[in-house]
């Protein structure tokens, strides 16, 4: 592949510890509304924007799950955990953002949570301020896994896509960076990658320190 370019990273479950935490909320409000909201079908919603996972909510129990009250229980109950006990940042993150610097390289997150909730969530990981591009669900037509988002990020970081490093932990998030033409380092979460993930992506890992080796590699 060309030289990197840019870097553009996922935010939840690649940058932040935060799957666990929205899964925990997630099916803790549907549980006190009378739905039972399992792990097979919570994961299936992993990496995509709030919005396309409430309609995904909405076609499964209908009438029976009030979104309204839904949205504000399970957003309450977010907040709380992380008010209380913060976000811890994914190992090799840390260390990857200092390469990054020492590197100039420009870099973005791309993330299908909305804006107030990737600002708290970086805050609250004592990353606040500290990327000048980010790009959330909202801001796009389409969510992931349309290319919508990472082609938005590298518009705004003035790069050519095919010269982005794209890091992902979800299967919608890897097919939508493939899609936006970049290349994918893929470092699953909460779920083992689908084969169409595994394809896209140009190479499967187990951390954020692989990734930094990985990339520094392309940069010799």
């Given at each position: ?36 909201l ?88 004592g ?49 939508a ?39 520094a590699?392309?940069?010799?």
């Amino acid at each position: 592949m060309p030289p990197v370019a840019a870097i553009i990273l996922d935010m939840d479950g690649t940058m932040l510890d935060t799957e666990p935490l929205y899964k925990a909320a997630w099916q803790r409000a549907a549980a006190d509304l009378g739905c039972a909201l399992d792990d097979a079908f919570y994961l299936r919603l992993v990496g995509r924007s709030i919005a396309d996972g409430e309609d995904a909510l909405t076609r499964r129990f209908g009438t029976s799950l009030p979104l309204a009250e839904f949205r504000l229980r399970w957003a309450a109950l977010w907040r709380t955990r992380v008010e209380a006990d913060g976000i811890p940042t994914k190992a090799g993150l840390l260390e990857l953002l200092a390469w990054v610097d020492d590197h100039r390289m420009p870099i973005a997150v791309a993330t299908s949570s909305d804006r107030d909730y990737a600002t708290l969530s970086l805050q609250r990981a004592g990353l606040a301020g500290r990327f000048a591009t980010v790009v959330t669900g909202e801001e796009v037509a389409n969510g992931k896994p349309a290319p919508d988002i990472y082609l938005e990020a590298a518009r705004r970081l003035g790069v050519d896509p095919a010269h982005a490093i794209a890091v992902e932990d979800s299967d919608a998030g890897t097919l939508a960076a493939y899609r936006a033409g970049m290349s994918v380092l893929l470092i699953p979460d909460l779920k083992a990658p689908s084969a169409e993930a595994t394809a896209a992506a140009r190479r499967v890992l187990g951390s954020l320190f692989e990734a930094r080796a990985y990339i520094a590699t392309l940069q010799a």
